[in-house]
T-cell receptor, first 113, second 110 residues
Framework: EAQVTQNPRYLITVTGKKLTVTCSQN?????MSWYRQDPGLGLRQIYY???????DKGDVPEGYKVSRKEKRNFPLILESPSPNQTSLYFC????????????FGQGTRLTVV | GQNIDQPTEMTATEGAIVQINCTYQ??????LFWYQQHAGEAPTFLSY????GLEEKGRFSSFLSRSKGYSYLLLKELQMKDSASYLC???????????FGSGTRLSIRP
């Protein structure tokens, strides 16, 4: 089954404790992206990757890191999480570039206390 | 800069028709997407318009006017399961980035 898989689905952590949210897709898509979704603000793009080893900042990259060492995986790293990073996070993949249909993971609800 | 506007909330009656509007301002144009998002779930693709006009797909249709920076999503024969948020999204920066509207929460009443 074609899918984007994120883990974990739910995470509660403390300020400053490094964490990684994993994202994997099995559709051989070139483009992958991370978003955060906050009430009233909609989906905001954090980072994106056009292909392996090619990543760039979206609209809200501060406090986040990503890597794309393999085509299927695109982890999101929070080196020192803060409470303002409490949010619902989605990973998405598209066949090629942002102008193709996006397939979203199930979401990760992160709480930083 | 980039900007997308859509109404925050709408209410409609089961069996009726509803139109959800979206206006956008972007540098360059690479098409416009509509996604549906049920509460607590991931967004799912509904439509993609790159040329002016209306595209119909079952009960859902999407319209685009590039000269006006305007799109709408038309939902016919509304069903209770259509209660969801509808997100308008536009790729920009040579389609490398994507901006989403804040979404329109549609409630269907019996």
């Amino acid at each position: 089954e074609a899918q984007v898989t994120q883990n974990p689905r739910y995470l509660i952590t403390v300020t400053g404790k490094k964490l990684t949210v994993t994202c994997s897709q099995n559709m051989n898509h070139e483009y992958m992206s991370w978003y955060r979704q906050d009430p009233g603000l909609g989906l905001r793009q954090i980072y994106y990757s056009m292909n392996v080893e090619v990543t760039d900042k979206g609209d809200v990259p501060e406090g986040y890191k990503v890597s794309r060492k393999e085509k299927r995986n695109f982890p999101l790293i929070l080196e020192s999480p803060s409470p303002n990073q409490t949010s619902l996070y989605f990973c998405a993949s598209s066949p090629s570039g942002g102008a193709t249909e996006a397939f979203f993971g199930q979401g990760t609800r992160l709480t930083v206390v | 800069g980039q900007n997308i506007d859509q109404p925050t909330e709408m209410t409609a009656t089961e069996g009726a028709i509803v139109q959800i509007n979206c206006t956008y301002q972007t540098s360059g144009f690479n098409g416009l997407f509509w996604y549906q998002q049920h509460a607590g779930e991931a967004p799912t693709f509904l439509s993609y318009n790159v040329l002016d006009g209306l595209e119909e797909k079952g009960r859902f249709s999407s319209f685009l006017s590039r000269s006006k920076g305007y799109s709408y999503l038309l939902l016919k024969e509304l069903q209770m399961k259509d209660s969801a948020s509808y997100l308008c999204a536009v790729p920009y920066s040579s389609a490398s980035k994507i901006i989403f509207g804040s979404g329109t929460r549609l409630s269907i009443r019996p």
